[in-house]
């Protein structure tokens, strides 16, 4: 590990890491001081912070704006790093958008089942309905059956994602490694979910930190209990002296 706090790179995931998990993936609300504490902790990484998410780019930056921080959208194929930005062409994928329109059919007379529809990604989620669990996975993966190899099913929390088979956390961690001002530091990722697994593999890979937050199984290497209290540890980090994720549990 960096003999200095600040020598590290700091990976966040969004959902369920940074906020709190809502039943309705549009209601979700980011706390305050978050903007505040994301943006001080930026400064004293030298730039090396990103957020890691599921969701696209465009909406991170409504939620924190006017700050506006490096990005990984869409499990990474949306990234902006030092104000370059490259983005997925929801037209480049017309299956997609075409399976889109059919999983809405399927699901229409399934009360609390709701698409998500993200452009160049799709998600079924069954948080509102949870007898239709069975129902979901069922669906998203008959879809990407249906859409042949260039297609896979991310899980998650009452969610199932299906995105193109290049995209993935751990990969889009890798590729912020390789440039500046990532390159050359000591990798945390944080998250809370299947969706970051990967994510957690490569920080391990690296020698990194790998924070889970909440219960279940997971490769990462400490276990912090909620989002609040991960909101806690950031502040101490931007405002204090010392690294705050130490042991293997909080």
């Not at 369920?16 to 979700?28: F, M, Y």
């Not at 809370?192 to 690296?206: M, P, R, S, W």
Request: proline share 6%; with cysteine; aromatic share 6%.
């Amino acid at each position: 590990m960096p003999d200095a706090p600040d020598d590290y790179a700091l990976f966040l995931d969004f959902d369920g890491t940074l906020v709190e998990i809502v039943e309705r993936p549009d209601a979700v609300a980011v706390d305050p001081a978050l903007p505040r504490i994301l943006t001080a902790l930026q400064e004293r990484l030298g730039g090396a912070l990103a957020i890691i998410s599921g969701r696209p780019i465009a909406f991170l930056d409504s939620r924190f704006a006017p700050h506006e921080f490096d990005m990984a959208g869409l499990h990474g194929l949306e990234q902006r790093v030092a104000g370059r930005l490259s983005m997925c062409d929801p037209e480049d994928h017309p299956a997609l958008r075409d399976m889109v329109g059919r999983l809405r059919r399927i699901v229409a007379d399934k009360e609390g089942v709701l698409i998500e529809d993200k452009g160049c990604s799709v998600a079924i989620h069954w948080r509102l309905a949870p007898h239709e669990k069975d129902f979901a996975l069922a669906t998203a993966h008959a879809a990407v059956e249906a859409l042949g190899g260039d297609y896979r099913v991310q899980h998650g929390k009452a969610v199932a994602e299906i995105l193109p088979s290049a995209a993935g956390k751990g990969k889009v961690i890798e590729r912020f490694l390789q440039e500046a001002p990532y390159k050359g530091r000591c990798p945390v990722f944080i998250g809370d979910d299947l969706t970051d697994e990967n994510g957690f593999k490569a920080v391990n890979a690296h020698g990194g930190v790998s924070i889970r937050i909440g219960p279940g199984e997971t490769v990462a290497k400490v276990r912090l209990g909620t989002p609040a209290a991960l909101r806690h540890c950031l502040s101490a980090w931007a405002f204090d002296a010392s690294l705050p994720f130490k042991g293997d549990d909080f």
